[in-house]
């Protein structure tokens, strides 16, 4: 059973399931992303790198984090402004709800660092 089944057993809306599984599904992508870039260890310091490979490195974190930005303020405009909701049959989360698709989206984290650890390129 996929999150949009679970959502609309249990609470009987299929807009809000529709809306539940697409914010997961866009959570996880954002957690897979990290795990794949530098953006982590870039921040922590971590590597040997010269000057210039840490300039580099931090431009790209710095874009991947206004990236990650654009997405999630696009992704709370999807599922909480009323005229979205109106144009693809979505509905309002509560923070119950995007806790819901945060704790859903999770088991990325663990896949992508087996990816990383299986093929590291």
């Given amino acids: 059973m996929?999150?949009?089944?679970?959502?609309?057993?249990?609470?009987?809306?299929?807009?809000?399931a529709r809306t539940m599984a697409i914010q997961a599904l866009v959570i996880?992508?954002?957690?897979?992303?990290?795990?794949?870039?530098?953006?982590?260890?870039?921040?922590?310091?971590?590597g040997r790198a010269s000057q210039l490979?840490?300039?580099?490195?931090?431009?790209?974190?710095?874009?991947?984090?206004?990236?990650?930005g654009a997405v999630i303020l696009l992704q709370i405009l999807f599922s909480q402004w009323s005229l979205f909701n109106i144009l693809?049959?979505?509905a309002p989360l509560s923070w119950e709800q995007w806790?819901?698709?945060?704790?859903?989206?999770?088991?990325?984290?663990v896949v992508s660092a087996v990816a990383n650890r299986v093929d590291p390129e």
Avoid: K
């Avoid at 490979?53 to 990650?68: N, V």
């Avoid at 806790?99 to 984290?109: K, N």
């Fill in 2 to 16: 996929n999150t949009s089944e679970y959502i609309e057993q249990t609470i009987g809306n299929i807009d809000l």
């Fill in 28 to 46: 996880g992508r954002i957690f897979y992303l990290l795990s794949l870039s530098q953006a982590i260890p870039t921040l922590l310091g971590r």
């Fill in 53 to 68: 490979e840490r300039h580099e490195r931090l431009m790209d974190t710095a874009a991947i984090a206004i990236g990650i």
């Fill in 88 to 90: 693809f049959d979505t």
């Fill in 99 to 109: 806790g819901f698709c945060l704790l859903v989206s999770l088991p990325i984290i």
